[in-house]
């Protein structure tokens, strides 16, 4: 596509509900990366990949957080049993392999009550 | 602690008016990303600097990068309303081992009064 599409753009849970954030990169882009955002902050590395292969998941706050890229295209962040601490803004970005300038979505604002 | 921290963290100025944000670290980088962020949407890529010492120009703004590869600076002329969103630098320290992960600083929320 001509950007990187997240979806959905907002996402409200309950507490102790999985939710699953989808993120489909600009094609072509090899490297995929995941990142939380606060207000006024700067991104939080989370998880990247390149192709389909998870090259880091260091950032990931704990177990209840996986992400996955099967096909080496559209990736999927999944948060189990969300938690308050959870709400965020959660951004996904891609690059080309050869170059290291990120494209960003406009995001996913999940909510947890 | 942040890997690369941006001063001033926040900043309003007038229409016209000079500035400069910067952004430090202890660590040395191959190379820095300026990115600007509106409301609502992410961060969207200014300028990539590679060499240290390089400065680049974009239009009213001016980029540099520390001749230790430590640090840059962003310098606007000439502010205009539009000029108004969260500035974040953020680069893959050297000693990352990775080129591709960037770590991004805290940024710098500039708002340019008319």
């Known amino acids: 596509g001509a950007g990187v599409s997240q979806s959905p753009r907002y996402k409200v849970t309950k507490r102790g509900q999985d939710v699953a954030l989808r993120c489909d990169p600009i094609?072509?882009?090899?490297?995929l990366y995941w990142y939380r955002q606060a207000l006024g902050q700067g991104p939080e590395f989370l998880t990247y990949?390149?192709?389909?292969?998870?090259?880091?998941k260091s950032g990931l706050p704990n177990d209840r957080f996986s992400a996955e890229r099967p096909e080496g295209s559209i990736s999927t962040l999944t948060i189990q049993r969300t938690e308050q601490r959870d709400s965020a803004m959660y951004r996904c970005?891609?690059?080309?392999?050869?170059?290291?300038?990120?494209?960003f979505g406009s995001g996913t604002r999940l909510t947890v009550v | 602690t942040q890997l690369l921290e941006q001063s001033p963290q926040f900043l309003s100025i007038q229409e016209g008016e000079n500035l400069t944000v910067y952004c430090n670290s202890s660590?040395?980088?191959?190379?820095l990303q300026w990115y600007r962020q509106e409301p609502g949407e992410g961060p969207v890529l200014l300028v990539t600097?590679?060499?240290?010492?390089e400065v680049k120009k974009l239009k009213r703004l001016t980029f540099q990068f520390g001749d230790a590869r430590k640090d840059s600076s962003l310098h606007i002329t000439a502010a205009q309303p539009g000029d108004t969103g969260l500035y974040l630098c953020?680069?893959?320290?050297?000693?990352?081992?990775?080129?591709?992960?960037?770590?991004f600083g805290s940024g710098t929320q500039l708002t340019v009064l008319p």
């Open positions: 970005a891609s690059s080309q392999l050869a170059h290291y300038g990120y494209t």
């Open positions: 094609s072509g882009h090899v490297s």
């Open positions: 990949f390149n192709y389909e292969a998870q090259q880091d």
């Open positions: 660590s040395v980088f191959s190379s």
């Open positions: 600097v590679v060499t240290g010492g």
């Open positions: 953020a680069g893959a320290p050297v000693s990352s081992g990775s080129a591709r992960q960037l770590t």
